[in-house]
């Protein structure tokens, strides 16, 4: 059997792991081993010495050190109620609009996802804080879950982000860049899932009515205390970018940030920083655990050349460039059906990023490619939490809200889910938007 065959037996094996529920980071540890020993006839030796290298050169790595600081700092945001303010301020603002303190919800997910950089952490945060609120202004279930299951996304769409992390250590991508490329899109995103739900109330008023008009001193005052929160978010992105700090020790300024304000706004007590340190510790290990379990199914794929014969395959396929790109989308979107963000971005950036990257595209060079192809892939694997039937949001969203059915949150996303892919398809056809900010600050 050829090497690209056993890479491609190997995968299926993988990814009928994951249909029955194997753990992600065990899944490619069995398929990666393996792997190694079909193609070493049996030996084990090499994959015990491949192995003890992985590991070690995974858990040393300097640049991995920002992913638990970035999670402390989405911890400290959690526990120490900075959402509420986030919450408040923009409902303040346009709460007393039809549809406007959903709409709020999508702008306070937004800026929490600035601080945070999960997409889970923030569905469940903002859902704990604003379905009350939508509830009691008498907002429709489908639309008051539905929004906060698809606007959760914005948790890592908004920078920092954990899987353009470790999108930029796979590809030897700058994280700065990619941070300050992911703003805009982010901010297309918030602005359409606005657009949904300004047409869905119009559509139905009752589903969104509006609220009462809050008095213009304390809209100031919602607006004032969120200042420091919107200062971290400038010292972590514009801190990393202007080279005034690398991205270790920006996040540790913002972790340090977050934790300062939320003790001092006394909305998190000494409870809340050992349960932040707790949940850091936790999702960090979690995490490492299938870095690991990528890089060992990285390594045996790289041995059995699967990739590189694919990669080879498609630019000698004679297919056009941006048939072959919506069918690298069309897979993401596929396997969220069976995984999460983080496990898509390591299984699949190193099958498809030397296609991409092999492909012309608009004429770009290839350090913009990489940017761009990055983004995209950020925001399509993002699509997996909240399409039916295993989006993870929507079981989030919808254990919040026990009176809302599921089939009323699965069918409220479909118009979510369509601003999705016609942002995609835009962000395809015009790369500027990615790079635009890009090109301007440098």
Not at 66 to 76: A, D, K, R, S
Not at 273 to 278: F, H
Request: net charge neutral; hydrophobic share 55%.
């Amino acid at each position: 059997m050829s090497g690209t065959a056993v890479g491609l037996v190997g995968f299926a094996c993988l990814l009928a792991m994951l249909a029955v529920r194997v753990h992600i980071a065990m899944a490619m540890l069995v398929t990666g081993a393996g792997i190694y020993v079909v193609m070493n006839q049996g030996e084990t030796s090499g994959l015990l010495f491949t192995l003890n290298n992985l590991v070690y050169a995974r858990v040393s790595n300097y640049d991995l050190a920002v992913i638990p600081l970035f999670i402390l700092m989405g911890q400290f945001a959690t526990h120490g109620g900075l959402s509420k303010a986030l919450f408040k301020a923009a409902g303040a603002l346009i709460g007393h609009w039809r549809g406007g303190l959903a709409m709020a919800a999508t702008a306070a997910c937004a800026a929490f996802g600035a601080i945070c950089g999960s997409s889970l952490a923030t569905a469940a945060t903002m859902g704990q804080v604003a379905l009350p609120e939508l509830k009691a202004q008498g907002y429709s279930g489908k639309l008051a879950t539905a929004t906060l299951a698809a606007s959760g996304t914005l948790g890592i769409m908004i920078p920092p982000s954990v899987p353009l992390v470790i999108y930029a250590v796979l590809t030897q991508e700058s994280i700065g860049k990619l941070f300050i490329a992911a703003v805009v899109p982010g901010i297309i995103a918030a602005l359409g899932y606005v657009a949904v739900i300004a047409i869905q109330v119009r559509r139905d008023p009752s589903a969104g009515p509006a609220g009462p008009r809050v008095p213009w001193a304390e809209v100031v005052r919602a607006q004032v205390n969120i200042i420091p929160v919107l200062l971290v978010f400038m010292v972590v992105i514009f801190g990393i970018y202007g080279g005034w700090a690398n991205p270790t020790e920006a996040a540790s300024i913002g972790a340090a940030a977050c934790g300062a304000i939320a003790l001092v706004s006394g909305g998190m007590g000494w409870r809340g920083v050992a349960q932040s340190i707790y949940g850091t510790a936790h999702a960090t290990g979690m995490i490492f655990m299938v870095l690991i379990g990528a890089d060992l199914l990285n390594s045996s794929l790289a041995l059995s050349q699967m990739p590189t014969e694919l990669a080879n395959w498609v630019l000698h396929s004679g297919l056009p460039p941006l048939m072959v790109l919506f069918a690298i989308l069309l897979i993401y979107i596929l396997l969220g059906c069976v995984m999460d963000s983080l496990a898509m971005i390591l299984l699949t950036i190193p099958i498809f990023y030397p296609m991409v990257m092999g492909l012309d595209f608009f004429g770009m060079p290839v350090e913009d490619k990489s940017v761009w192809f990055g983004i995209l892939a950020l925001m399509v694997v993002e699509i997996g939490l909240v399409h039916p039937p295993v989006g993870m949001n929507l079981y989030v969203i919808n254990k919040i809200a026990k009176d809302v059915p599921m089939k009323d949150t699965a069918w409220g996303v479909m118009p979510f889910l369509t601003s999705d892919f016609i942002r995609i398809v835009v962000l395809v056809f015009f790369p500027v938007l990615s790079l635009g900010l890009l090109r301007y600050l440098g």
